[in-house]
């Protein structure tokens, strides 16, 4: 492990930092600061907006600290986190790129005092064989540039191969197919490089190169490389060519540009980037009101904050790299803001527990997923941002989501028509069966990311009734979505050999489909507190033993299914089941979620947690306490 991976935040400080110790937060974000600089910018190939994508991915990071599960993982959910802004980065250049397409060199031109194999050559002064790598890496196709930024990391001692996988949300052995696809494009890139250099060089090169405006490209080094190929002078000149992997191992990171390192925190900054921010409701005068809702508060100098300029990011206002980005987003860190709810959010956070009580939080707009039907009621506290609640509509059903203390729901859809999102918990959304593989329910579910469950007991006739080869086929268009995908929540049978869940996942690894975590229901016919508890938690290990994925447990309760009907234990004892299971849950590291069936206590559903609004069963206060 090189130097520049050992500088990376110990679990401790990010425990601190987790807990709202501000030093330990400004350490975390600019120890995290050169890996996220490096990764963006390799990924993005210099482009001018490097910057942007950079400072986007700390104030995520810092936004989505509290919520980390596993302190010991930062590094993974760093990376995780940098790679889906370099993705959301892409997607909208090329929304950019297809609206107007007259101006694809506006777009599209990275900056020249950017370019990375350039800058890795320059300031890490490399010489012959590493040269000509950095150099080859300017021919790679577009897709393969986000892969090589980490794949870079991981020779140089970074990151690991595990990292990688967990970034891209591929398996590992997904990851060696794509790496060795890539290395084989360096390599043919590294022998057009070197003949192009090549003094005297090859008479016939010069002639395929008539048309070649000098630019690298992917189609370019194709081109040439069927000549290097086939041409003996050319192909003589790589035979001296040492692996790839042996060049770059023990490099270090590039390092950040001058002006970043003079920009970064002393001891005094905590109290200076406090004073930049105002607290939710503060006056800034005798006349003053409170900040409106979804606003930011301005300075003392009545220009944009260090606040406003993160959180809405106004193109041409956000400071260059090297002018001093890493002073307003360090700044932003030392008053802790939490953010509104974004439907971007990376894959490894979870939503934000409540903010520490001594960190000044700005009022922020209802969450996305809230429908402007009715005003989203005002939740207390949640006590877990692991727990949740299945929801169907009923009257009083937003109030009572609001009382449950859920930190998110879901809906069985895309939707939650008359259900409003209370502030500080989210909406995830599901394609419940193979019919809402639609175009429009995929939108939908893509914009109230960045999480989607999938196919709702496929194995049962009565629910989404999918054969295993169905489910496979249409999982591409899910994946689709870039949103963290679950699999799909099997009745029962979890870790059966051979059972649907065994076989969906060997054909998605057989496939090459992604599955970023593992979806479950549980229910127990066993009414006796301490013998439910354990067979749930057996369950949940067998299933971690068998696919080593997170689990959501998406439905869960004790209910006894015999004879065409539903027999239920009394209000008391599911209120016990209730205690003691959510507190053996939150003893499992790789549980992330859980959800409670359900939200609406009926004659019929009498695991429900409220009859109204405002009227919590026994077993709704059980919820209300647990976390």
């Known amino acids: 492990m090189s130097s520049a991976g050992r500088a990376l935040p110990d679990v401790g400080l990010v425990v601190a930092a987790r807990q709202g110790d501000q030093r330990a937060l400004d350490d975390v974000v600019a120890a995290s600061l050169p890996l996220v600089y490096n990764i963006v910018g390799r990924a993005l190939r210099g482009h001018a907006d490097v910057d942007d994508v950079v400072q986007e991915t ?35 250049r090329r929304v950019a790129l297809n609206r107007d397409a007259g101006l694809d060199a506006i777009h599209n031109v990275p900056d020249p005092a950017s370019d990375f194999a350039g800058m890795t050559i320059l300031r890490l002064g490399l010489t012959d064989q590493r040269r000509e790598v950095a150099e080859a890496t300017r021919w790679l196709d577009p897709d393969d540039q986000e892969l090589l930024s980490l794949w870079w990391l991981e020779e140089t001692g970074e990151i690991t191969r595990n990292e990688v996988a967990d970034a891209l ?49 992917s189609l370019w080094r194709k081109r040439l490389a069927r000549h290097v190929r086939d041409c003996a002078f050319c192909a003589g000149l790589g035979t001296t060519l040492l692996p790839i992997d042996r060049l770059l191992a023990g490099m270090p990171l590039l390092p950040l540009p001058a002006g970043l390192g003079a920009h970064l925190p002393s001891a005094s900054a905590p109290a200076a980037a406090a004073q930049a921010v105002a607290p939710s409701g503060a006056t800034a005068g005798p006349s003053a009101g409170p900040t409106p809702p979804g606003a930011v508060p301005a300075d003392a100098g009545g220009g944009p904050s260090v606040v406003d300029l993160a959180v809405n990011r106004p193109r041409g206002l956000v400071p260059s790299l090297a002018a001093g980005v890493a002073a307003a987003v360090l700044a932003i860190t030392m008053a802790v803001v939490i953010l509104p709810d974004d ?147 099997v009745a029962w049978g979890g870790p059966d050999p051979q059972g649907w869940l065994d076989r969906f996942m060997t054909g998605a690894q057989a496939r090459g489909h992604r599955v970023d975590f593992i979806t479950l229901h549980w229910f127990g016919a066993d009414f006796t507190t301490a013998t ?55 003893q499992l590291p790789y549980l992330q979620r859980y959800a409670w069936f359900g939200l609406p206590a009926t004659d019929k559903d009498r695991s429900g947690l409220f009859s109204d609004g405002t009227e919590a069963t026994v077993v709704g206060r059980a919820f209300q306490a647990a976390r």
């Not at 494009?185 to 000098?214: F, K, M, N």
């Not at 067979?535 to 015999?562: G, M, S």
Request: a positive charge.
């Open 343 to 489: 439907p971007s959010a990376p894959s490894w956070a979870a939503p934000p527990s409540a903010a520490p009580t001594a960190v000044a939080t700005p009022s922020v707009a209802p969450s996305p997923s809230a429908r402007p039907s009715s005003k989203a009621p005002v939740a207390p506290a949640v006590s877990s941002a692991r727990k949740g609640v299945g929801v169907w509509n009923f009257t009083g059903a937003s109030e009572a989501l609001a009382n449950s203390k859920a930190s998110w729901y879901y809906t069985w859809g895309t939707q939650h028509p008359g259900i409003s999102t209370p502030r500080g918990a989210t909406f995830v959304p599901m394609i419940r069966s193979a019919e809402n593989v639609t175009a429009a329910e995929l939108a939908r579910a893509r914009a109230a990311g960045p999480y989607l469950l999938t196919f709702n007991e496929p194995d049962l006739p009565e629910q989404a009734n999918m054969t295993v080869e169905q489910a496979l086929d249409l999982w591409p268009q899910l994946m689709a979505t870039g949103s963290r995908l679950g699999s799909p929540a």
């Open 169 to 217: 949300g591929l398996s590992p052995g997904h990851v060696a197919v794509r790496i060795h696809r890539m290395k084989e494009q360096i390599q043919s890139a590294r022998g057009v490089v070197r003949a192009l250099r090549a003094r005297p060089g090859c008479p016939d090169l010069g002639a395929v190169t008539a048309e070649w405006d000098g630019t690298p490209s």
């Open 532 to 586: 439910a508890v354990a067979q749930l938690r057996q369950y949940l290990q067998a299933v971690y033993q068998r696919y080593r994925k997170p689990i959501w447990l998406t439905e869960f309760a004790l209910i006894r299914f015999a004879g065409g009907g539903s027999q239920f234990p009394s209000q008391q004892q599911q209120a016990a089941f209730l205690t003691a299971a959510t507190a053996m849950l939150g």
């Open 58 to 92: 700390l104030v995520r990071v810092i936004r989505y600290l509290p919520a980390l599960n596993d302190p010991a993982a930062y590094r993974s959910w760093l990376v995780a986190i940098a790679i889906r802004q370099v993705r959301d980065w892409e997607t909208r």
